[in-house]
């Protein structure tokens, strides 16, 4: 798997997004925090496709290691660092969950 050191801005705008989510500050993003980025742009259905894909451990909270694992799977399946710099710009102005190709899934029926 990729590493993100490797990817110094790429890294910096994981945890910018993540930070962005976490809300409260605690380290931890909920799924109530996730809907209330997305608010009034399908927010279920985005915070939906984010914890199928992101939320490894299944315990309803996403944290900054996991969200960078994510992020180095979808390097490591092929995308560029570039494609990935624009669509983290999207997701932190609530633009819609993107489903990679990378191996995980949404859960959600295409």
Wanted: proline content about 1%; overall charge negative.
């Amino acid at each position: 798997m990729a590493n993100l050191d490797s990817y110094p801005t790429l890294k910096q705008k994981v945890a910018a997004f993540f930070k962005k989510l976490d809300k409260d500050g605690d380290g931890e993003v909920t799924e109530a925090e996730a809907e209330v980025h997305w608010s009034g742009n399908f927010s279920k259905i985005n915070k939906s496709a984010m914890f199928n894909e992101v939320d490894t451990d299944k315990d309803g909270k996403i944290t900054l290691t996991e969200l960078e694992g994510f992020f180095a799977n979808v390097i490591a399946s092929g995308y560029s660092v570039e494609n990935l710099e624009e669509e983290l710009d999207d997701m932190m102005n609530a633009e819609s969950w993107v489903d990679f190709d990378d191996g995980r899934t949404t859960g959600m029926n295409k």
